[in-house]
C-alpha cells in the first residue's frame, strides 16, 4: 500500500480553537489508521497551520513514523525568527517549483502545489474570501478530491 500525503489550509484566525483542535485531532487520526497517511503539508502562516503542525507533532508520539512538512512560499533570505519554531514542529521544509511565480501569488501558486501532490485536504474554512477559501475551491476541482477527499473542519 501507498503512503499517502494530506495537506492543510485553513483561514489565519481561529475563533474557536479548543473546538477545532478537537475536530482536527479525531480526523489525523482517521487519516492516519484508516487512509494510510504518513505525509503532512502545512504553510506555516496562520493559527491554523500552526495548529495543524502542532497536532501532527503531538500525534508523533503515538504514531512516529508520520512526518511534518512546512512547505515554502518564499525561499528564505538565511535564518530568520522561525528557524528554532519550525525545528522544533516539522521534520523540514520544501520549496516548490514555483520560483518563477510573482510573489503576489506565490502563496497561491504554493497551495495549489500542495493540493496537486497531496490525497488529502483537512481544511478550515468559514467564510467565502481568501486564501483559504480558494485553496478550498481548487481542491473541490480536482478529480482526486472526489469521495470527501476533501474535509472542511467548520464551513
Not at 475536530?23 to 487519516?31: D, F, T
Not at 535564518?79 to 519550525?86: A, F, Q
Not at 486564501?131 to 472542511?152: D, H, I
Request: proline share 3%; hydrophobic share 35%.
Amino acid at each position: 500500500m501507498n503512503d499517502k500525503i494530506c495537506s492543510f489550509a485553513g483561514h489565519a484566525n481561529i475563533s474557536n480553537k479548543e473546538e477545532v483542535k478537537i475536530k482536527l485531532k479525531k480526523e489525523v487520526i482517521n487519516l492516519i489508521e484508516n487512509e494510510n497517511v504518513t505525509t503532512f503539508y502545512s504553510g506555516g502562516k496562520g493559527d491554523f497551520d500552526w495548529l495543524c503542525a502542532h497536532t501532527v507533532g503531538e500525534l508523533r508520539k503515538e504514531y512516529p513514523f508520520i512526518k511534518s512538512y512546512w512547505i515554502l512560499s518564499y525561499m528564505p533570505k538565511g535564518k530568520d525568527d522561525y528557524t528554532e519554531r519550525i525545528s522544533k514542529v516539522f521534520d523540514g521544509t520544501v520549496y516548490p517549483d514555483i520560483e518563477n511565480a510573482p510573489r503576489r501569488l506565490a502563496i497561491i501558486k504554493r497551495n495549489e502545489w500542495m493540493i496537486d501532490k497531496s490525497d488529502f485536504l483537512v481544511a478550515y474554512v468559514n467564510h467565502n474570501w481568501g486564501g483559504a477559501y480558494k485553496t478550498l475551491k481548487y481542491a473541490e476541482k480536482k478529480t482526486q478530491y472526489k469521495n470527501n477527499s476533501c474535509m472542511n473542519l467548520k464551513y
